[in-house]
C-alpha cells in the first residue's frame, strides 16, 4: 500500500505552503554552495527589540515554566484589548480575545470554528496561500473574488455583494495585503461593512498582521471599529511582523464572546495555551512603544521603492507601487510563452522555478495567490541584496525570446 492511499483524504487534497516550499528548496541550494539570494518568504530581516527579549528572559528567572491558560494570560489578553482601543478604536474585553501560536494558527482556529461542511467562504484575492487550504480543511467552499490589477488588486464592494449567497458564512481579506501590499481605505472598508450589515448571519475575519507596515497617509483602519457590524467581525492580529517576532508564534483573535468562546474550546482540545515565555514577552510589545516599529517601517518604505524603481526598468514587468506590508507583486505575464533554448516559461510557476534554479533568486509565484499572471518578492532583506536580485532577474528575463 502506497504511502499517498495510507494519508486521510483531507492530507491529500491539500497543497504543500508555496512560500514554505520554494524556501525550503532555496536553503538546499544555498547548502550545495550556491549563493542564493531568497526572497521568498514574508519574514522580517530585522531582530526583535532588546526590551521585548529582555522581557522573556525575565519570564524564565521568574518561574513562568508550566501551562498557560487556554487562551491566553490575563496580562497578555488585557494589553491586547488596551491595544486594540489605543491603536484600532476596536473595544473588546479580556474575555473576548483568545491567544494562539501566531496569527496563521488564529486563522485556521476561526475557520474551523465557525465554518460547516459546505458553507461559503468569500476570500478577497489575490491572498495570503494558506486561506483556501484551511478552509479546505474545514471542508468548507472556497469562493475567489478576483481584485483587478487597475484597482491596485482590490475588490470592489460591487463585486463583493455580487459574490454573496445563502452559504456564504464568511469573508476573508487581509489590509495591509500579502502579497500586493494594497491596503483598503476607510472608505472601502465602511462600504463592505454597510453591504455585511445587511447579511446578519455573514461574518467577517480582517487579517492585520501587516496593521504597523503601512505607507499611506490616512494609515490603518480597523473594520471591526464599525458599531454596525461589531458583533460580525473577527479581528486577527499578531506579533511577528510588526514587532519582527514571527519565531515566537504569537496571534491572537478578537470577536464576540459566543466566537472566542467557540475558538478556546477547540484550542483547549488541540494545543491548549500557547508558549508562557513568549506571552510575556508580547505583554511588552503590545505594552510599550512603537519606536523600533516605526524605525522598520521606514526601512520597507525605503526598499518598497528601491525595488519596485528596479522592477519597472525590466521589460514587460507590470508592477503597482505597493502601500503596505514588505511585497513587490509584479506581473510578469510578458514572458509567459518564451524561452532561452532550453526551459520554455508557460506560467508564473515556471518563471519562479527558472529564476531559482538559473539565477538563483527564489519568489513565490502567483498562482498560489490566486493571481497566476504575478510573482511575489519579499523586500524584507537588505538593500544590497534586492538589488542584486533585481540585476540577476533583469539579466535572466533578457534571454528570453
Given at each position: 500500500m502506497s504511502l499517498t492511499v495510507s494519508l486521510a483524504d483531507r492530507i491529500n487534497a491539500l497543497e504543500e505552503?508555496?512560500?514554505?516550499?520554494?524556501?525550503?528548496?532555496?536553503?538546499?541550494?544555498a547548502a550545495l554552495g550556491h549563493k542564493v539570494i531568497s526572497l521568498s518568504v514574508g519574514e522580517?530581516?530585522?531582530?526583535?527589540?532588546?526590551?521585548?527579549?529582555?522581557?522573556?528572559?525575565?519570564?524564565?528567572?521568574?518561574?513562568?515554566?508550566?501551562?498557560?491558560?487556554?487562551?491566553?494570560?490575563?496580562?497578555?489578553?488585557?494589553?491586547?484589548?488596551?491595544?486594540?482601543?489605543?491603536?484600532?478604536?476596536?473595544?473588546?474585553?479580556?474575555?473576548?480575545?483568545?491567544?494562539?501560536?501566531?496569527?496563521k494558527h488564529t486563522l485556521a482556529n476561526v475557520i474551523a470554528t465557525l465554518v460547516n461542511p459546505g458553507e461559503?467562504?468569500?476570500?478577497?484575492?489575490p491572498y495570503w496561500v494558506s486561506y483556501s487550504e484551511m478552509v479546505k480543511l474545514a471542508e468548507g467552499t472556497s469562493v475567489i473574488v478576483e481584485g483587478?490589477?487597475?484597482?491596485?488588486f482590490k475588490v470592489t464592494p460591487e463585486q463583493f455583494e455580487a459574490a454573496i449567497t445563502p452559504k456564504t458564512k464568511l469573508v476573508m481579506f487581509?489590509?495591509?495585503n500579502n502579497p500586493t501590499g494594497s491596503v483598503y481605505t476607510e472608505a472601502?472598508?465602511?462600504?463592505?461593512?454597510?453591504?455585511?450589515?445587511?447579511?446578519?448571519?455573514?461574518?467577517?475575519?480582517?487579517?492585520?498582521?501587516?496593521e504597523y507596515i503601512?505607507?499611506?497617509?490616512?494609515?490603518?483602519?480597523?473594520?471591526?471599529?464599525?458599531?454596525?457590524?461589531?458583533?460580525?467581525?473577527?479581528?486577527?492580529?499578531?506579533?511577528?511582523?510588526?514587532?519582527?517576532m514571527t519565531g515566537w508564534r504569537i496571534g491572537f483573535m478578537a470577536a464576540a464572546k459566543w466566537i472566542a468562546e467557540g475558538v478556546e474550546k477547540l484550542q483547549g482540545q488541540v494545543t491548549s495555551g500557547t508558549n508562557s515565555i513568549a506571552q510575556k514577552a508580547a505583554v511588552v510589545a503590545f505594552n510599550g512603544p512603537l519606536d523600533e516599529a516605526y524605525k522598520m517601517k521606514e526601512a520597507y518604505d525605503r526598499r518598497r521603492k528601491?525595488?519596485?524603481?528596479?522592477?519597472?526598468?525590466?521589460?514587460?514587468?507590470?508592477?503597482?507601487?505597493?502601500?503596505?506590508?514588505?511585497?513587490?507583486?509584479?506581473?510578469?505575464?510578458?514572458?509567459?510563452?518564451?524561452?532561452?533554448?532550453?526551459?520554455?516559461?508557460?506560467?508564473?510557476?515556471?518563471?519562479?522555478?527558472?529564476?531559482?534554479?538559473?539565477?538563483?533568486?527564489?519568489?513565490?509565484?502567483?498562482?498560489?495567490?490566486?493571481?497566476?499572471?504575478?510573482?511575489?518578492?519579499?523586500?524584507?532583506?537588505?538593500?544590497?541584496?534586492?538589488v542584486e536580485a533585481c540585476e540577476r532577474i533583469k539579466n535572466a528575463v533578457a534571454t528570453l525570446k
Open positions: 505552503s508555496a512560500t514554505l516550499g520554494m524556501t525550503k528548496k532555496a536553503r538546499e541550494l522580517p530581516d530585522f531582530k526583535t527589540p532588546k526590551y521585548i527579549c529582555d522581557a522573556a528572559k525575565k519570564a524564565i528567572d521568574d518561574g513562568f515554566h508550566g501551562y498557560s491558560p487556554v487562551a491566553g494570560y490575563p496580562d497578555l489578553r488585557k494589553a491586547i484589548a488596551d491595544k486594540l482601543k489605543r491603536d484600532n478604536n476596536v473595544e473588546w474585553n479580556p474575555e473576548n480575545i483568545v491567544v494562539s501560536t501566531g496569527a461559503e467562504v468569500l476570500i478577497f484575492a483587478a490589477f487597475d484597482n491596485n487581509a489590509s495591509p472601502e472598508l465602511r462600504a463592505i461593512g454597510a453591504i455585511v450589515a445587511k447579511h446578519p448571519n455573514v461574518f467577517i475575519m480582517a487579517d492585520e498582521i501587516y503601512n505607507f499611506t497617509e490616512e494609515g490603518h483602519f480597523s473594520i471591526g471599529s464599525i458599531p454596525e457590524i461589531k458583533n460580525q467581525v473577527i479581528t486577527v492580529n499578531g506579533v511577528a511582523k510588526g514587532h519582527a528601491l525595488v519596485v524603481g528596479l522592477l519597472r526598468e525590466i521589460t514587460g514587468f507590470k508592477v503597482n507601487m505597493p502601500d503596505g506590508a514588505f511585497y513587490a507583486f509584479p506581473d510578469i505575464s510578458y514572458y509567459f510563452g518564451k524561452s532561452d533554448g532550453t526551459t520554455l516559461i508557460k506560467d508564473s510557476d515556471d518563471f519562479s522555478m527558472w529564476l531559482l534554479e538559473g539565477s538563483f533568486v527564489a519568489t513565490v509565484a502567483g498562482s498560489s495567490f490566486g493571481a497566476p499572471n504575478c510573482i511575489r518578492i519579499s523586500t524584507a532583506a537588505a538593500d544590497e541584496q534586492l
